[in-house]
């Protein structure tokens, strides 16, 4: 089952910003092209890639002009190889030519996110280890990320700041301590959201444990300490570790048997997939 998480309500916004953001009051260079020239385009993926974003593409040209046609021949979620067709476009050339950057702004950047989740799914398969996102998204397209990490076979950590508590260390010294800060999450929201708190020692682990978390943040642990928390918590806590993770140590770190590891590189270092645009003969 493919991954099903933005609304068309939010994709039809975030379109609308973009081509605010690049048409301004209109596409001075197009208007150069007669006003009923017909084109035909294909779009490329120049690299082997996870595609993501198509319904956003899709938007780009519904919102400048319905009657363009786009056959696509991959879905979100499958996997192109270098120099593959991805889709196929065919109407009026001024608004293909409008909306091409746009267009195209939101494939590359999406399917860039999803190839690069599933590079890390990929790289703790058989581990047992989900890899998690972050907050640290593209502002404005936090729920698009989040949907490009699913196409690429990981998962999601809380959306934002409302749908789950997160302790963290200046909110633990705000409290007093972890037994306070865990007290004080649970008296306020009891089970209706889930409660995660951060850790930085195995003695901060215990307290947090002893205090009753159910689901605990191991910050920049060594693969000894990680190894060491996964004994002691003896699988009374969702462990995750965080801090220090890369394709290169991600491996290591699911092995020492956490639950859940989080890379905030998922969305914050997006590089975009290779995709170009190019016009087939006249119709």
């Known amino acids: 089952m493919r991954p099903e998480f933005p609304s068309p309500e939010g994709i039809r916004e975030d379109v609308a910003r973009a081509l ?18 017909q084109s035909e385009v294909l779009v490329l993926c120049r690299q082997a890639a996870v595609i993501c974003g198509t319904a956003w593409f899709d938007e780009v040209f519904r919102q400048l002009d319905p009657r363009i046609r786009i056959d696509w021949a991959l879905a979100d979620g499958d996997r192109a190889e270098p120099d593959q067709t991805l889709c196929r476009l065919s ?14 702004n939101f494939l590359q950047t999406l399917s860039g996110t999803a190839t690069l989740a599933a590079r890390y799914a990929e790289a703790v398969a058989g581990t047992g280890a989900r890899i998690l996102d972050t907050r640290k998204t593209l502002p404005g397209l936090r729920l ?17 700041l409302f749908d789950a508590v997160l302790i963290k260390e200046n909110h633990i010294a705000a409290a007093g301590s972890i037994t306070q ?8 929201f009891g089970e209706t959201v889930e409660i995660e708190v951060e850790v930085e020692s195995l003695d901060e ?10 689901r605990v943040l191991l910050d920049n642990f060594s693969l000894d300490g990680l190894r060491q928390a996964v004994r002691l918590n003896g699988g009374k806590a969702r462990l995750e570790a965080s801090g220090g993770v890369s394709l290169e140590t991600v491996r290591a770190i699911a092995e020492t048997g956490v639950d859940d590891i989080s890379v905030g590189g998922l969305t914050k270092d997006v590089t975009a997939v290779d995709l170009s645009m190019r016009f087939l003969p006249g119709l």
Do not use: W
Request: hydrophobic letters at 40%.
């Open 20 to 37: 605010a953001e690049d048409l301004g009051n209109g596409d001075l260079t197009a208007c150069l092209l007669p006003p009923d020239a």
């Open 91 to 104: 109407g009026n050339t001024r608004g293909i030519l409008s909306g091409e950057r746009s267009a195209l």
């Open 144 to 160: 698009a990320q989040k949907y490009a990490v699913l196409c690429g076979g990981c998962h999601n950590h809380r959306i934002g």
């Open 181 to 188: 800060a865990l007290a004080l999450a649970f008296d306020q």
């Open 205 to 214: 682990l215990s307290e947090a444990l002893a205090a009753g978390a159910k």
